[in-house]
């Protein structure tokens, strides 16, 4: 029989109950030119727990697409002035919703003419009129297979944190909202020591278990609102919104001592690792390269100075 993973069995339970808990069924948007209709159908989805945004009229329609960042776009076709398909080849024009499934909800019934409003680059139709509960299940059921696709995309396999490139783009988008909002938030970089030790001593396997150990310490014990992110193979970026570098400080050394406190076994053996951690206060720097770049040379100083630290 196939070797179950556990910690990953065990870590899309706890996802899926985190979702159930915070009832968590799909983030949507609707387009249509009919502003009632448009309502009617949010509150439909609404009333089963959906996050439903109205959007009537379609020149805003980008700004509200970065604002709201919906798991799936629903769109009528004949907006007024304006036309579905050439919105839904706009949209396709920006790499940040290339994945992002759009679907007409629209009267539109000849198959001919539905196929070239798909060629503007939305996936398929739901036809109206609709019911209130087919309307419920299919926006859900879309919902839950976006978000899958995006994990499948966004996160790295081994741990489940966000990519390279996407915890990049964090930071860069944590210091334009907290200079907008006036308000500090913090980077850190992360780096097992001696990790090169723990492969050629343990092997690789080992080596992974312990990348997968301090992955899910910093999601068990970071904010919701937190970003982590595997930025390289045994390198973690975090991105703490709202918080101090002093505190950070603090949250890293007490994240440090416990991970250091761990006991990893192998061929009955037992062994300690620590990593070292630089910090960089966000709104010191204009540009996200820059951040890391301060983060990483703190990060080097501890290296330098010992490992086995935090430093800022
Ligand atoms: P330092 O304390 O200076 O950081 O020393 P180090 O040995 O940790 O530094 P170095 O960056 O030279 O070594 C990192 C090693 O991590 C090298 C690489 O083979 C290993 N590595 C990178 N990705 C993975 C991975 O996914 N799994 C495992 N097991 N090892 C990895
Ligand atoms: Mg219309
Ligand atoms: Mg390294
Ligand atoms: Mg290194
Ligand atoms: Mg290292």
Redesign the pocket.
Known sequence: SAPVDLPELVERLETLVQELAAGTKGRVMIVDDDRELAEHYCLVLKSAGIEAHAVSDPLTLLSELYAFEPELLLMDIELGAHSGVILARMIRFHARWLSLPIVYLSSEDDPERQLRALSGGADEFLVKPISEDYLIRAVQMRCHRARQLSELMNRDS?TRLLKHSVIKQEVERERQRCTRGDYSSVAVLL???????V?DTWG?AQ??VV?RTLANLLRNRLRESDAIGRYG??EFLVVLPHCEPSAALRLMSGILESFSELEFSSEEEVFHVTFSAGVAKINDFSAGDQIIEAADKALYER?RNG?NGVTL
Do not use: P, V, W, Y
């Open positions: 081994l780096d097992i020591d001696h990790f090169k030790q492969n690789h080596g992974d990348i193979g045994e290296k490992r």
